[in-house]
Protein backbone atom coordinates (compact mmCIF):
# COMPACT_ATOMS: atom_id res chain seq x y z
CA UNK A 1 0.00 0.00 0.00
CA UNK A 2 1.63 3.54 -1.19
CA UNK A 3 0.45 6.33 1.13
CA UNK A 4 1.69 9.95 0.50
CA UNK A 5 4.29 10.76 3.23
CA UNK A 6 6.68 13.45 3.49
CA UNK A 7 9.97 13.27 2.10
CA UNK A 8 13.21 12.18 4.88
CA UNK A 9 15.30 15.39 4.52
CA UNK A 10 12.91 18.04 4.86
CA UNK A 11 13.46 20.68 7.17
CA UNK A 12 10.36 23.07 6.17
CA UNK A 13 6.88 22.18 4.80
CA UNK A 14 6.45 22.21 2.03
CA UNK A 15 10.77 22.75 1.24
CA UNK A 16 11.85 24.17 -2.00
CA UNK A 17 13.29 21.28 -4.57
CA UNK A 18 15.12 22.62 -7.87
CA UNK A 19 13.12 25.80 -7.28
CA UNK A 20 9.87 24.43 -7.03
CA UNK A 21 8.27 23.05 -3.92
CA UNK A 22 9.03 19.39 -3.24
CA UNK A 23 6.60 17.34 -5.17
CA UNK A 24 6.93 14.46 -2.71
CA UNK A 25 5.67 16.77 0.01
CA UNK A 26 2.87 18.72 -1.71
CA UNK A 27 1.56 14.99 -2.72
CA UNK A 28 1.71 14.15 0.85
CA UNK A 29 0.27 17.35 2.00
CA UNK A 30 -2.51 17.42 -0.83
CA UNK A 31 -3.56 13.44 0.39
CA UNK A 32 -3.56 14.60 4.21
CA UNK A 33 -6.06 17.65 3.56
CA UNK A 34 -8.56 15.79 1.37
CA UNK A 35 -8.59 12.78 3.68
CA UNK A 36 -7.39 9.76 1.17
CA UNK A 37 -4.52 9.14 3.77
CA UNK A 38 -6.63 8.59 6.73
CA UNK A 39 -9.59 6.78 3.96
CA UNK A 40 -6.80 4.75 3.02
CA UNK A 41 -5.55 3.50 6.36
CA UNK A 42 -9.02 2.62 7.43
CA UNK A 43 -9.52 0.66 4.38
CA UNK A 44 -6.57 -1.17 4.75
CA UNK A 45 -7.93 -1.48 8.95
CA UNK A 46 -10.60 -3.46 7.32
CA UNK A 47 -8.45 -5.81 5.60
CA UNK A 48 -9.27 -3.89 2.13
CA UNK A 49 -5.69 -3.23 0.14
CA UNK A 50 -5.58 0.32 -1.45
CA UNK A 51 -3.07 2.66 -2.46
CA UNK A 52 -3.28 6.53 -3.16
CA UNK A 53 -3.11 7.87 -6.30
CA UNK A 54 -2.58 11.66 -7.91
CA UNK A 55 -5.31 11.46 -10.57
CA UNK A 56 -4.87 15.18 -11.79
CA UNK A 57 -3.04 18.58 -10.34
CA UNK A 58 -2.55 17.56 -6.67
CA UNK A 59 -6.49 15.82 -6.33
CA UNK A 60 -5.95 12.80 -4.50
CA UNK A 61 -7.73 9.49 -4.78
CA UNK A 62 -7.89 6.18 -2.75
CA UNK A 63 -7.52 3.34 -5.22
CA UNK A 64 -8.63 -0.11 -4.79
CA UNK A 65 -8.37 -2.83 -7.47
CA UNK A 66 -11.21 -5.22 -8.05
CA UNK A 67 -10.36 -6.91 -10.78
CA UNK A 68 -7.46 -7.53 -13.64
CA UNK A 69 -9.16 -3.87 -15.16
CA UNK A 70 -11.66 -3.16 -12.96
CA UNK A 71 -11.29 -0.64 -9.70
CA UNK A 72 -12.43 2.03 -7.43
CA UNK A 73 -11.79 5.11 -6.62
CA UNK A 74 -12.67 6.85 -3.95
CA UNK A 75 -12.17 10.64 -1.67
CA UNK A 76 -13.81 12.16 0.62
CA UNK A 77 -17.06 13.02 -0.94
CA UNK A 78 -17.28 9.51 -2.53
CA UNK A 79 -16.39 6.87 -4.89
CA UNK A 80 -16.84 5.37 -8.02
CA UNK A 81 -16.59 2.05 -9.22
CA UNK A 82 -15.03 1.35 -12.83
CA UNK A 83 -15.10 -1.76 -15.09
CA UNK A 84 -12.31 -0.81 -17.05
CA UNK A 85 -9.02 0.74 -17.76
CA UNK A 86 -10.88 3.16 -20.17
CA UNK A 87 -12.64 4.81 -17.24
CA UNK A 88 -16.10 3.00 -18.45
CA UNK A 89 -18.23 4.21 -15.22
CA UNK A 90 -20.43 1.38 -13.49
CA UNK A 91 -21.90 3.64 -10.48
CA UNK A 92 -20.98 6.79 -8.46
CA UNK A 93 -22.05 6.32 -4.73
CA UNK A 94 -21.99 9.61 -2.34
CA UNK A 95 -21.42 9.00 1.45
CA UNK A 96 -24.98 9.98 3.17
CA UNK A 97 -24.78 12.39 5.67
CA UNK A 98 -24.76 10.52 8.79
CA UNK A 99 -21.42 8.71 7.27
CA UNK A 100 -18.42 11.67 8.16
CA UNK A 101 -15.91 9.92 9.71
CA UNK A 102 -13.18 7.85 7.45
CA UNK A 103 -14.06 4.85 9.50
CA UNK A 104 -17.88 5.31 8.50
CA UNK A 105 -17.22 5.87 4.55
CA UNK A 106 -14.62 3.04 4.69
CA UNK A 107 -17.22 0.88 6.06
CA UNK A 108 -19.75 2.27 3.67
CA UNK A 109 -17.17 1.08 0.63
CA UNK A 110 -16.78 -2.33 2.16
CA UNK A 111 -20.69 -2.50 2.50
CA UNK A 112 -20.94 -2.00 -1.27
CA UNK A 113 -18.29 -4.37 -2.43
CA UNK A 114 -19.85 -6.70 -0.47
CA UNK A 115 -23.39 -6.06 -2.19
CA UNK A 116 -21.75 -5.77 -5.29
CA UNK A 117 -19.78 -9.00 -4.73
CA UNK A 118 -16.53 -7.58 -5.48
CA UNK A 119 -13.13 -8.57 -3.74
CA UNK A 120 -9.98 -6.35 -3.12
CA UNK A 121 -6.85 -8.25 -4.83
CA UNK A 122 -3.59 -7.48 -3.70
CA UNK A 123 -1.94 -4.60 -5.41
CA UNK A 124 1.36 -4.87 -7.18
CA UNK A 125 4.11 -2.64 -7.93
Request: charged share 20%.
Amino acid sequence: MTIPATCPDFVSHPHIVEGRNCYTCQCSASSQEQGTSVLALELQALGIPCDVHQTGGFTMCVYIKTGDESYIYANNEGFSLYKDAECEGWANCFFAESETTPEQKAKAIQITMKTANLQAKELTK
